[in-house]
Nanobody, 114 residues
Framework: VQLVESGGGLVQPGGSLRLSCAASGFTFSSNNMKWYRQVPGKEREWVATLTPTSSTTYYADYADSVKGRFAISADNAKNTVWLQMNSLKPEDTAVYYC?????WGQGTRVTVSS
């Protein structure tokens, strides 16, 4: 199982970013996919989960801190899950990780600052 995140960067408050997580080595559409984030010195925080409800549909769940601003989605054909982040705030600054089946990616850094 391998997960590779990308899409992080520097963005101004109120801006948007889309993170991607490319997965390999397992049946993508049969497993939960999750995003977490971590600020140095703090515990890793759950952000969102995408749970398969069929071979082509998913249920999404979000932490209260990002609900209404972030959206998690997936493309089975590309074995990729995305995290669309809108209305970003400075407190969203963190390293973002995707995880599935106990595997973690290397993380992608998001900095929200003016």
């Amino acid at each position: 199982v391998q997960l590779v995140e990308s899409g992080g960067g520097l963005v101004q408050p109120g801006g948007s970013l889309r993170l991607s997580c490319a997965a390999s080595g397992f049946t993508f559409s049969s497993n939960n996919m999750k995003w977490y984030r971590q600020v140095p010195g703090k515990e890793r925080e759950w952000v969102a989960t995408l749970t398969p409800t069929s071979s082509t549909t998913y249920y999404a769940d979000y932490a209260d801190s990002v609900k209404g601003r972030f959206a998690i989605s997936a493309d089975n054909a590309k074995n990729t899950v995305w995290l669309q982040m809108n209305s970003l705030k400075p407190e969203d600054t963190a390293v973002y990780y995707c995880t599935s089946r106990s595997a973690w990616g290397q993380g992608t850094r998001v900095t929200v600052s003016s």
